[in-house]
């Protein structure tokens, strides 16, 4: 049982050793991520599903949430645009799939987004609003600069390639729950 479940190294490192593991974690990023890893055995993303999640599908009407909210914070205008658009798409999956299969899908392809906004954020980090690092020209003595240079889209299709290569049976029923850890009374009888 892991119960402050975060990344999900630990949870993941225990499904190889083939464990059956119970992974909690409160934060739903973590949760979407643990989801794709630890408790999906079997469902990965297509090349299909990639193109359909990067591309701007004519007459749908796309959200400015994250374009409007975080205007400045984390991102440029047209990077909070793409997240809009991918986290729609992502949604949009249900078009093609149903039940447990759409279920992992859509963990997978958020696990990757959110990998995606992680590395292209100064020292990986959301606690503040300072995209004013990634765009000031000035010389820089750390190696994000790279990472910053390349896009979104980039990262995307690295990072999803990397989630289905982690994708495995390890002939466990894994579970992954998103609670207060206070409140999981119905997971530590295990």
């Not at 993941?12 to 464990?19: A, I």
């Not at 020292?123 to 609003?129: A, D, E, I, Y």
Request: aromatic share 18%.
């Amino acid at each position: 049982i892991d119960l402050f479940g975060g990344t999900g190294s630990v949870s993941y490192l225990f499904k190889k050793m083939g464990k059956t593991v119970t992974y909690n974690d409160y934060l739903h990023f973590n949760y979407l991520s643990g989801v794709a890893l630890i408790e999906n055995s079997q469902f990965q993303l297509e090349p299909e599903d990639i193109g359909f999640i990067l591309t701007d599908i004519e007459g749908v009407k796309y959200p400015a949430f994250v374009e409007e909210t975080f205007e400045g914070f984390f991102f440029t205008k047209e990077e909070n645009r793409w997240i809009d658009r991918r986290v729609k798409n992502i949604k949009l999956l249900r078009n093609f799939y149903k039940g447990k299969e759409l279920y992992f899908k859509q963990a997978l392809a958020f696990h990757a987004l959110f990998q995606s906004c992680l590395v292209k954020r100064p020292f990986n980090l959301f606690h503040r609003k300072n995209l004013y690092i990634r765009l000031n020209n000035v010389e820089r003595s750390f190696g994000n600069t790279y990472a910053w240079a390349k896009t979104f889209e980039h990262y995307y299709k690295k990072f999803s390639a990397e989630a289905n290569s982690l994708v495995f049976s390890n002939g466990k029923g894994n579970l992954v729950t998103c609670k207060d850890v206070f409140n999981c009374k119905s997971i530590t009888h295990l």
